[in-house]
C-alpha cells in the first residue's frame, strides 16, 4: 500500500506562484512514475505534471514553462512549483503515484487563482 498526503494549496492571485508537495509512505519504488493531476467543476481530471523513474519529465500543454515538478528522493516527496498562475489553474490538484497496473491518489489539494 502507498500512501499519500499533498499540501500547499490555497487561494493566490493571478500571476503568483505556490507550491505543492505530496508525501508518499509505503512500499516506494524508483522504478515508478509520481505525478499531479487536476480536476475543475464539471471537467475531466487531467495531467499536469509527472516524473517517471525519477528521471524524464511529462507536462499538460498549458502548463509548459509556467510549472516545474521535482523529487526528493531521501524523502519520497514530489513537489510542483507553480509560477504565473492563471485563473483557468484554479482546480483541486491531486498526487499521483504509479507502479505496473496499480495507481494511488491523495485526497487532493484545492488550488484557487483569483483577484
Known amino acids: 500500500q502507498v500512501q499519500l498526503v499533498e499540501s500547499g494549496g490555497g487561494l493566490v492571485q493571478p500571476g503568483g506562484s505556490l507550491r505543492l508537495s505530496c508525501a508518499a509512505s509505503?512500499?516506494?519504488?524508483?522504478?515508478?512514475?509520481m505525478g499531479w493531476y487536476r480536476q475543475a467543476p464539471g471537467k475531466q481530471r487531467t495531467l499536469v505534471a509527472r516524473?517517471?523513474?525519477?528521471?524524464?519529465?511529462n507536462y499538460g500543454d498549458s502548463v509548459k514553462g509556467r510549472f516545474t515538478i521535482s523529487t526528493d528522493n531521501t524523502t519520497n516527496t514530489v513537489y510542483l512549483q507553480m509560477n504565473s498562475l492563471k485563473p483557468e489553474d484554479t482546480a483541486v490538484y491531486y498526487c499521483?503515484?504509479?507502479?505496473?497496473?496499480?495507481?494511488?491518489w491523495g485526497q487532493g489539494t484545492q488550488v484557487t487563482v483569483s483577484s
Open positions: 509505503g512500499r516506494i519504488f524508483s522504478a515508478s512514475a
Open positions: 516524473i517517471i523513474s525519477g528521471v524524464s519529465t
Open positions: 499521483n503515484y504509479r507502479i505496473g497496473g496499480l495507481s494511488y
